[in-house]
Structures are given as C-alpha cells and as structure tokens.
C-alpha cells in the first residue's frame, strides 16, 4: 500500500510539477535577418533567434503556431519549419521565418514600436508520453529586424563613384561633375531621397571647401543599374596655397563624402562613400582614387 501511494505522490509531483512550474522560454536576440522574397502583398524575412530556456527540462516541439500582433493590429505571421530543441537552462539557436503583410507596413507605424508575438504549442511532459499545451507571448522591437534588414539591403545597394570632371574654372571656384552608379542587385524598388555631397580640404574631413545636394528624389527601379550625376563647386580661396602646391610631384588631393538616404516601405536606409580625389594642379586633371 505504501508503495503504491509512494508511487502516486511522485507520478503526481512529476506530472503537475513539470506543468505548473514551466517558465515560459526568453527571447535573446534576434541575428541574421535575410530577406527570402518580397511579393506584391507579402515580405518573407528569415531569422535566427536566441532563446533562453529557463526550465530544468529540454523543450521541443514540432506543434507551434506564431501570430504577430502590433496592439490589436494583425501583421503576420512566424514559422519554424523544423520545430525546436531547446536546452534545459541554457541558450539555443532557431532559425525563424517571419511573413509580414504589407498593408502594415503602409500602415501608420513607427520602426520605434514594439510587436508582440503570440506563441501557441505543445511539448512532451518530461518522463511521461503525454503532451501540455503552452501560450505565451515575445515583445519584439521592430528596430532590432529593420536596421539587421537594412544593412542586409546595402549590401545589394552597391553606389559608387564613377567619374569626377572639372567643368568649369574661375578665379573663385572650381566646377566638378560627379558621375554616379547605383546598381540595384535586389528585386525591389527604392527611392533616392537624399543625396548630398561634401569636398574636404584634407583626409580628417573637417573642414568643407564644396558642397551640393540632389533636391528631388528619384525612384530605382528592381535589378538595373542607374547612372546619375551632380555639379559641387569648390571655393578656391577656402582652398588657400593647397590649390596650386605640390607642383612639383604634379599631384595634390582632396577628398569627397557622399552621403545618401534610400527608402524604402518607409524604411531610411543610409548610404555613404568617401573617396580621395587626386589632380594635377597644373592641368587639373582628376583621378579618382579607389
């Protein structure tokens, strides 16, 4: 009879201990975003995640369901194909697959906001062959995906400097005819919405001598390459005696920073370059230092 009520008592802490004392696994951080596909209503993003699981058991699952919620808003959903192991007290590696509708990102939202991702699943009771069902929540900061995205994205954004001309030469400035090549390696559309320009005097890029900027925006479009140019007049008495030294090895520098914002679903991603320009202050004739 004891032996009987022995094994009920423990048959009973296992089970209802195991089930009243989970802890709901913590999210980490987030690495790794890549971006799968970007169809007309849909963007498919592909993720690893660090998940701590505080329990003193391993929790895997096959059966779990991801909704992605921003308050009451519906904004997609999320997947682990393979299911997951999670190590007892330590922390495991998952890789994630998050569909975000675009009808949110056209939404009024701030890449500041936070989603919550609601979990729902079963697992293995630790030493029994029955299943316990979870449901908890992750808070997810949409900035931890989208700057790991962007920088994603800038990568295929491949901008360079192809040329730089003197166009023009007076006694006050020097005119320069900046060449670009933005080669979009992507299957999406941006938006060039900023484009400045600045001429330093030195490689500390301290102190500007030119600058211009691109006013109006200009769309570009999926897997083309795009060639655009700018004008940036130079003072040359900002440049003092610079302008006219090194005569003697007939080579004398200054330098250039480009500083671009390309959008994209609201999205700000910065774009930047700078490059040292060599001339002959002689004939000024420019080379573009690579």
Do not use: H
Not at 129 to 145: C, P, V, W
Request: aromatic residues 12%.
């Amino acid at each position: 009879m004891r032996v009987i009520f022995y094994f009920i008592t423990v048959f009973s802490f296992i089970f209802f201990g195991s089930c009243s004392s989970f802890k709901a696994p913590k999210l980490v951080s987030v690495n790794n975003v890549k971006l799968l596909s970007d169809t007309k209503d849909q963007i498919t993003l592909e993720t690893d995640l660090t998940v701590l699981n505080p329990n003193w058991f391993n929790i895997s699952s096959s059966d779990v369901a991801f909704k992605i919620y921003l308050g009451d808003k519906y904004v997609g959903t999320a997947d682990i194909s393979d299911g997951f192991n999670l190590i007892k007290d330590d922390t495991s590696s998952i890789i994630s697959t998050l569909i975000i509708e675009k009808s949110f990102l056209d939404s009024n939202f701030n890449i500041k906001d936070s989603v919550v991702v609601n979990v729902m699943g079963s697992s293995k009771v630790p030493y029994m062959q029955k299943y316990f069902y979870f449901e908890f929540d992750y808070k997810i900061n949409l900035e931890d995906y989208f700057i790991s995205l962007t920088n994603e994205i800038v990568k295929e954004l491949d901008l360079k400097i192809k040329k730089v001309e003197v166009k023009n030469i007076d006694l006050m400035k020097i005119n320069l005819e900046v060449s670009f090549n933005l080669n979009n390696l992507t299957k999406n559309e941006y938006e060039v919405t900023k484009l400045d320009i600045n001429i330093y005097n030195s490689p500390s890029y301290s102190k500007i001598i030119g600058r211009t900027s691109i006013d109006d925006s200009f769309v570009i479009k999926a897997d083309t390459l795009n060639v655009f140019k700018s004008n940036v007049n130079i003072n040359t008495l900002s440049m003092g005696t610079a302008l006219l030294s090194n005569t003697i090895s007939k080579m004398n520098s200054f330098y250039i920073e480009v500083n671009s914002t390309i959008n994209y679903k609201k999205l700000e991603i910065p774009v930047s370059i700078k490059k040292r320009l060599d001339y002959n202050p002689l004939t000024f004739e420019i080379m573009l230092n690579e």
